[in-house]
């Protein structure tokens, strides 16, 4: 294989399996977890869902946001800051108004933009743990429960200077990809 090569095919394919897996065949499902993180505390909110729509979302918002604003502290600067990447779920009328509600600011970031999104991140360190525990406790199949004890694990012990260097380099992050003039940077 050469550099840079690249391999083309038709619209059908190779499409039925890809690097996530398929729903008709093992290891084809996926985990789902809304998580939210804060400056100087560890992750403070992990929920797993099955199926995430507008009114789900709406739901969501009204069960836990104010559990997970409450754990972050006070209002900074009278405001409570949301951000979210433009999923269709999170912008439904009945999602905004249940922010609203709860005197939350939403913050939009363009859709597929990981440079731009904390999260994001956390969730990359998250995946190179898991694969350094499967490593190093040898672990070669788990249940999907197990798998999702471990993950939920995993982001429990993430330390609150990882999340802080995570945050603190958002200003970073925006000077670059403005520089970069939206095309991908080191983050």
């Known amino acids: 294989m050469t550099p840079k090569s690249r391999v083309w095919r038709k619209k059908s394919e190779g499409l039925e399996i890809t690097t996530k897996g398929s729903k008709e065949l093992p290891g084809g499902r996926k985990v789902h977890i809304m998580v939210a993180i804060a ?27 104010r559990i997970a604003f409450a754990r972050t502290g006070p209002k900074q600067k009278g405001r409570r800051l949301f951000i979210m990447d433009n999923d269709p779920c999170q912008t439904s009328k009945v999602a905004i108004k249940s922010l609203e509600d709860i005197e939350a600011e939403m913050h939009v970031i363009p859709p597929r ?75």
């Open 39 to 65: 400056y100087g505390k560890r992750v403070v909110l992990r929920v797993l869902y099955t199926k995430m729509d507008g009114p789900f979302f709406a739901q969501f918002i009204k069960g836990h946001f």
């Open 113 to 187: 933009s990981p440079d731009l999104n904390p999260i994001e991140n956390m969730s990359h360190l998250v995946k190179n743990d898991l694969q350094r525990q499967a490593i190093c406790e040898n672990i070669t199949a788990e249940s999907f429960s197990e798998f999702e004890k471990r993950i939920l694990n995993t982001l429990d012990k993430t330390s609150v200077d990882v999340i802080d260097r995570t945050i603190d380099s958002m200003s970073g992050r925006i000077f670059a990809v403005i520089k970069s003039e939206g095309f991908r940077i080191k983050y």
